[in-house]
């Protein structure tokens, strides 16, 4: 009797460890395999590959849902890659993401774009807003037939964290006119600011693509809330919008989102094989990289 109940003991606390550590036991299983596949594509296609990954579905967290989107994290890391990225190799950077921080976003988008190599973006499935942003930074935009981008028009929070277009902003405070409240000219000189802002970094990414009217006709259109914010632009549209947008995405992309399943909490949106970083000399009275940031603007808008 003594032996058998040791024995219910010991099944009971290796069945405990078990159902405890095998989660993440398969997180890492699931992070290596993406790791192997990731090297794979990079050996066969001769370039960096970095993914930005996040899934929109909603994921609970004792019973609070949790989103995915891009944040300052993200941007450490998609920047600290490119940074530890040869100048001559070309880097594929793989987007699905359903948009986030403007701050974020046009931090990757320029970093990406000051590479001197090659850059493409891959698109399997969706880069809506600020996924769409770092595209535009690209030399070419690989996507699925199927694929979207999102227009660019820029979210304010206001309230109860109720986001609003800026454009839909201006457009109201327009017809009050006079009527309009003091919080609402506010808000409006924010929208404009937001607006304007989000343009000049489109054309800043355009310009040395194409003539800088153009560059502007594309901005005004991704931003001016001609379409709503979660509108679905397709390649056809993104191509008459005047982007380099290519038909292909390469077979083991496919196979790579085959391993991003349902998002956990703990799961980074971005990984990518680590290169040494290259060693940069420090200009004379240079001053350091700098802390991060430790504060925001008391209106925060995203895309």
């Known amino acids: 009797m003594d032996f058998?109940?040791?024995?219910l003991g010991f099944l009971f606390w290796?069945?405990?460890?078990?159902?405890?550590?095998?989660?993440?036991?398969?997180h890492r299983a699931l992070k290596m395999a993406r790791l192997r596949?990731?090297?794979?594509?990079?050996?066969?296609?001769?370039?960096?590959?970095?993914?930005?990954?996040?899934?929109?579905e909603r994921v609970s967290f004792f019973g609070i849902p949790?989103?995915?989107?891009?944040?300052?994290?993200?941007?450490?890391?998609?920047?600290?890659?490119?940074?530890s990225t040869p100048p001559d190799k070309p880097i594929a950077l793989?987007?699905?993401?359903?948009?986030?921080?403007?701050?974020?976003?046009?931090?990757?988008?320029?970093?990406?774009?000051?590479?001197?190599?090659?850059?493409?973006?891959i698109i399997p499935h969706y880069a809506m807003s600020g996924g769409t942003l770092i595209a535009l930074a690209a030399d070419e935009i690989w996507m699925d037939p199927n694929a979207v981008l999102g227009p660019l028009d820029p979210q304010l929070t206001i309230g109860q964290g109720l986001a609003v277009p800026a454009p839909s902003i201006l457009k109201v405070a327009k017809m009050k006119g006079e009527k309009a409240s003091d919080q609402l000219l506010i808000m409006a000189d924010i929208a404009e600011k937001a607006l304007a802002e989000v343009q000049d970094i489109i054309v800043k990414l355009l310009e040395d693509k194409m003539p800088r009217e153009k560059a502007l006709e594309i901005a005004r259109a991704l931003t001016e809330g001609r379409w709503t914010h979660d509108y679905p632009l397709t390649v056809e549209e993104a191509k008459k919008l005047g982007l380099p947008v290519r038909e292909y995405v390469p077979p083991e992309v496919y196979e790579l989102m085959k391993l991003y399943p349902q998002a956990q909490p703990s799961r980074p949106g971005v990984e990518y094989?680590?290169?040494?970083?290259?060693?940069?000399?420090?200009?004379?009275?240079?001053?350091?990289?700098?802390?991060?940031?430790?504060?925001?603007?008391?209106?925060?808008y995203y895309l």
């Not at 060693?279 to 802390?291: I, L, M, N």
Request: aromatic share 10%.
């Open 4 to 7: 058998l109940t040791t024995l």
């Open 14 to 26: 290796f069945l405990l460890l078990i159902i405890l550590f095998t989660p993440s036991w398969q």
């Open 37 to 56: 596949l990731i090297s794979e594509i990079e050996k066969r296609y001769g370039f960096r590959v970095i993914t930005l990954i996040h899934r929109q």
């Open 66 to 83: 949790i989103y995915r989107f891009i944040d300052i994290e993200d941007s450490e890391e998609v920047i600290r890659a490119i940074r």
């Open 94 to 121: 793989i987007v699905h993401t359903p948009g986030g921080l403007v701050i974020a976003a046009a931090q990757i988008a320029m970093a990406l774009k000051r590479h001197p190599g090659r850059k493409i973006v």
């Open 273 to 300: 094989i680590p290169y040494p970083m290259p060693f940069v000399p420090r200009r004379e009275g240079a001053r350091g990289e700098g802390t991060r940031a430790q504060c925001y603007s008391r209106v925060t």
